[in-house]
């Protein structure tokens, strides 16, 4: 398969994970043209003007479906849901269930420093595919894909405000609350191949393990752990106690 042919075949490939065919696929093209692309191979023309509209159209439809869906909801707590839907983690998962890394035209020194994995540089390739896709059709094909990727989560957002903070943010204010330190958290093991890493943290408390969880990303797995540190220092056994974690305890 030669050079055309490749982009070709991921447009192809973005199309039938959009459930959209474009009228005009040089659009889709340029949201797939990194900066790095475009400087190393002359071309007016990258995917930045795509991300900026993008953006705002995602912006706009992931607070609209809120509004409409969840309207018992405060303006604060409305805020919150957006944001955690509508970030730089959450829009990099999107774009790699949608196989955009391989789509994306970067530059040699983008692909050398494994940019097709950076979830920044996929989150905007996400949005300038938004910007796409909103030229191309209009507002109804962006709203079916805010649809098909946040109602789950916008429909099961709990309205109580502990329950809305990530284990990381809950077991920090779990810890102040008993003039402890801050949780410190540690990679104690990686596995897997570079594109399908795995990572396992372990959190300490008060210098000693608390939890441990195991991840796709780091992230992912101190988010684990803190919830298992949650769930160990909140257990009947430390029930209304100050005490940290139990002496050489592991998980």
């Not at 920044?120 to 059709?137: C, N, Q, R, T, Y």
């Not at 920090?172 to 990686?190: D, H, I, K, N, S």
Request: proline share 4%; hydrophobic share 35%; with cysteine.
């Amino acid at each position: 398969m030669n050079w055309a042919e490749d982009v070709q075949h991921h447009i192809t490939q973005l199309e039938a994970q959009l459930e959209y065919a474009f009228k005009d696929r040089g659009k889709l093209r340029q949201a797939l043209v990194h900066r790095s692309y475009a400087h190393e191979h002359g071309l007016e023309e990258d995917n930045e003007p795509l991300e900026f509209l993008g953006d705002a159209v995602l912006g706009f439809l992931v607070a609209e479906r809120i509004v409409r869906r969840r309207p018992e909801m405060g303006e604060g707590n409305m805020t919150r849901l957006r944001s955690s839907l509508v970030n730089t983690r959450n829009l990099a998962e999107e774009a790699s269930k949608i196989g955009l890394g391989q789509a994306l035209l970067l530059g040699k020194g983008e692909e050398g420093t494994g940019g097709r994995s950076k979830p920044a540089l996929l989150a905007d390739g996400f949005e300038a595919v938004i910007g796409a896709l909103f030229l191309d059709g209009g507002v109804r094909p962006v709203r079916r894909v805010v649809r098909r990727l946040f109602a789950d989560r916008i429909e099961s957002w709990p309205t109580d405000h502990a329950a809305q903070m990530d284990a990381k943010t809950r077991l920090q204010e779990f810890c102040q609350a008993r003039g402890w330190p801050l949780p410190v958290y540690q990679v104690t093991g990686e596995s897997g191949p570079d594109h399908q890493r795995r990572f396992t943290i372990e959190v300490l408390v008060r210098g000693e393990s608390a939890g441990q969880g195991s991840g796709t990303a780091k992230r992912r797995a101190e988010q684990a752990a803190a919830a298992a540190a949650l769930d160990h220092l909140s257990g009947p056994r430390n029930h209304g106690k100050t005490a940290g974690p139990r002496k050489g305890s592991r998980h």
